[in-house]
Structure formats: C-alpha cells, structure tokens
C-alpha cells in the first residue's frame, strides 16, 4: 500500500471557516442557553444519521426493532461527547457538520461490529471450503470450468500465506465474517484487518498466475 | 465461469491504496469535495483506490455523502 501519508496533501493552514461552521464552533465554545441549544440541535443531527445508517445496515446484520435504536442512541451520544472532546482539533478543512457526521458514521460501524458476535450462529474459525464458490458466484453447473482454478486458490491459501493472514481469509471470505466484527474480535482494527487481507490477496493473485490462472483467465475473459 | 469477474475483483489490489486509517483521516475532506464536484479522485487517488477496494470504507464514504447531500437539500 502506498506509504506517504494522505494527510500531508491536506494544507497545513486550512482556508478560513465558511460562516456556518464559524457560528457551530462559536456556539459550542459558549456557555449557557447558547450552548445548550447548540448541543441539543447537533445531537439531533447526530441521531437522525445514525438512525438511518442503523436502519441500513441493521438487517443485513439481523439486528432489528429495539436494539437497533439503541445502536443509534448510543452512537449518537458517544459521537457527540467524542466531538466534543476534540473540538480544538477541527481545522476547518471541511464544513464542521461534515467532520462531524463523519464521527456519528464510524461510530455506527463500530457499534455494529462489536454488536455483530451477539449472534448465536457465528462462527469464526469454522472451514468449509465448499462455500467457495458461492461466495464468488461460480454455479455448480460450471463445476468442470472452475474446479482445478478454485483447488489452486485453496492451496495457495494454506501455502503461501501466513497463519494470521490464512485466518483472517477463512473468517472474512468462508464465514462471511464482516471485517469490522473480525477487528473487534481479534483485538485489531479495520486499518491492520485490511492490510493483512491486502498482503494475502497479492500473494494469492501472484501464486496463482505463477502457475498460469491469472493468464488463462484473462484471456478467456476478452 | 461467471465468478471469474468476481474473484479477480477480489485479487486486484492498487499499490496506491493509502488503507482504512489514512482514508478514514480525511473523509470528511473528500466527501466535501465530492459533494461540490471538486475532482477528489485526481487529488486524493490513494484515498480513491482505497473507498473503490474497502467495502466497510466505501460504506462509510456512501453514508457521509448521502448525509451531507440531504442536509443540503
């Protein structure tokens, strides 16, 4: 993955705030009424975001009616404090509202990724190479076309990568496995999670077009 | 073999994806440039890289621009 650090590109004496995000910091800079009426309206905000990414989300994950609302009032609150506690950090790079939703929004991927192993059903470590197929759309009926391709798939999961990397690849690809739910279980975050699966994804692809699937493939393809 | 197209999706990787940390670092900076049709592909293409590979990224760039989008409207 690329090293230099995105951050740099951002300009280190940000442009001035436009006047709407100059008015939400001077607000919550305040004290009394205006303050309070500050908080109260940015909660609001905070919670309709939420509610809908949890509604967008939610069932995907078979997570419904109560519980889902308490994901989002839950996000919203945590969001707020966190916005709060970090309010001098704001540079003014974008509208404050928009770094500000940003924070309800990952706080949202966060709940749901812990709240994802209440389910009786998981199972991380579970291996049935028989969901292969499926989880990348090749039809039974087509068996004979992708047989010896997927069999190389398998053996260069269980060779050329690392027990970590193998692991992750079996929950997130097999299990179906959300990567945010893999990094709460394995005490990671989302940024390693990916990075593994970015290193065993480039190895998978280079072993299997040293032993030609990548050409075969490519040039059925066109 | 219909999931050829798929599986070699999930094989690509772009030696310019910049990773979840760094992308998730200046959402809020893309996603207003998105939403006032600035060119944040060509400003930011490791972050672009990265919201086109990163499906729980990508998610997230989705929902803050939906967001962003309807609190203007």
Known sequence: MA???????????AAPLDPESAEWLRALADTGPRREAALARLHGMLLRI?????RRRGPRLRITGPELEDLAYQAAADALMAIIAKLRQFRGESRFTTWAYKVVILEVSTK???????????????????????RFG?????ESEWRDLLAALHRAVDTELTPRQREVFVAIVL??????ALAVR?????NAIYKMMFDARRKLRTALAANGYMDHHTSRRS | MNGWPELDRFLRT???????AEAMEVLHVYVDLVA???????RYPGVAAHLHACGPCGEDFEALLVAVRDATD
Do not use: K, M, T, Y
């Not at chain 1, 090293?3 to 004496?13: E, L, M, S």
């Not at chain 1, 939420?50 to 949890?54: F, G, N, P």
């Not at chain 1, 749901?112 to 499926?134: K, M, S, T, Y």
């Not at chain 2, 772009?14 to 979840?20: I, K, M, S």
């Open chain 2, 36 to 42: 006032s049709g600035a060119p944040a592909e060509q």
């Open chain 1, 175 to 180: 299990n179906g496995v959300p990567l945010d």
């Open chain 1, 112 to 134: 749901i990724g812990r709240h994802f192993w209440r389910r009786p059903d998981v199972q991380l470590d579970a291996e049935d190479w028989n969901r292969l197929p499926g």
């Open chain 2, 14 to 20: 772009d030696p310019r994806d910049v990773g979840c």
């Open chain 1, 186 to 190: 394995l005490g990671s975050n989302r």
């Open chain 1, 3 to 13: 090293v230099n650090r995105v951050v740099n590109q951002i300009p280190a004496a």
């Open chain 1, 50 to 54: 939420a509610q809908r990414e949890c």
């Open chain 1, 138 to 142: 090749f039809e039974p009926a087509q």
